[in-house]
T-cell receptor
Framework: GQQVMQIPQYQHVQEGEDFTTYCNSS?????IQWYKQRPGGHPVFLIQ?????EVKKQKRLTFQFGEAKKNSSLHITATQTTDVGTYFC??????????FGTGTRLTVIP | GAVVSQHPSRVICKSGTSVKIECRSL??????MFWYRQFPKQSLMLMAT?????????EQGVEKDKFLINHASLTLSTLTVTSAHPEDSSFYIC???????????????????FGPGTRLTVL
């Protein structure tokens, strides 16, 4: 069945350091979405990528969709304490369902 | 836009009782609503998908008689945990998706907007 894996599971960084999380799907995706869940909160939509090789930026966040549309990455430059949370990728296959990745929990040490 | 509310935010109940959780899309019509369960420090586990007016589609391993889902309108879905037991204690989150909007800035299809979640504790 459809599987979406994310690595690493946990990441501790010093404030100011960069952070990257990787997402891999077992099958080709029609789109990939990224969500952020703050501690104690609910997932919040960040962005969606649709095109092969697409790269999108949101301030310090850079999102990339692989050429084969089976993997994606989220890179945060110069992390801040406000970046703390769990980042989930979610792969779409054309239907309404999303297959959520396992998430990467980011801790930023001041 | 695209706000989803959930009620209640927290509930504590005795073992054997039933608990109903409501999920509402406040400013849009949700073509599909999803129910997830999330254990501490873990990913979202999809329980079921529901479309307005039709029966919910449950994921493998989720008991449909235990977790009753009703999607009566385009803005409301309910999850009822029947005869709750301590192992049902969890964080339950609903989400809703809608048809792609007419605005260029609107996300594409299958973007999900999440409710704030309901923390269920069964004693």
């Amino acid at each position: 069945g459809q599987q979406v894996m994310q690595i690493p599971q946990y990441q501790h960084v010093q404030e100011g350091e960069d952070f990257t999380t990787y997402c891999n799907s077992s099958t080709t995706l029609s789109n990939i979405q990224w969500y952020k869940q703050r501690p104690g909160g609910h997932p919040v939509f960040l962005i969606q990528l649709v095109k092969s090789g697409e790269v999108k930026k949101q301030k310090r966040l850079t999102f990339q969709f692989g050429e084969a549309k089976k993997n994606s990455s989220l890179h945060i430059t110069a992390t801040q304490t406000t970046d703390v949370g769990t980042y989930f990728c979610a792969g779409g296959t054309g239907a309404n369902n999303l297959f959520f990745g396992t998430g990467t929990r980011l801790t930023v040490i001041p | 836009g695209a706000v989803v509310s959930q009620h209640p935010s927290r509930v504590i109940c005795k073992s054997g009782t039933s608990v109903k959780i409501e999920c509402r899309s406040l400013d849009f019509q949700a073509t599909t609503m999803f129910w997830y369960r999330q254990f501490p420090k873990q990913s979202l586990m999809l329980m079921a998908t529901s479309n307005e007016g039709s029966k919910a589609t449950y994921e493998q391993g989720v008991e449909k008689d235990k977790f009753l889902i009703n999607h009566a309108s385009l803005t409301l879905s309910t999850l009822t945990v029947t005869s709750a037991h301590p192992e049902d204690s969890s964080f339950y989150i609903c989400s809703a998706s809608r048809e792609p909007g007419l605005l260029i800035s609107e996300p594409y299809e299958n973007t999900q907007y999440f409710g704030p979640g309901t923390r269920l504790t069964v004693l």
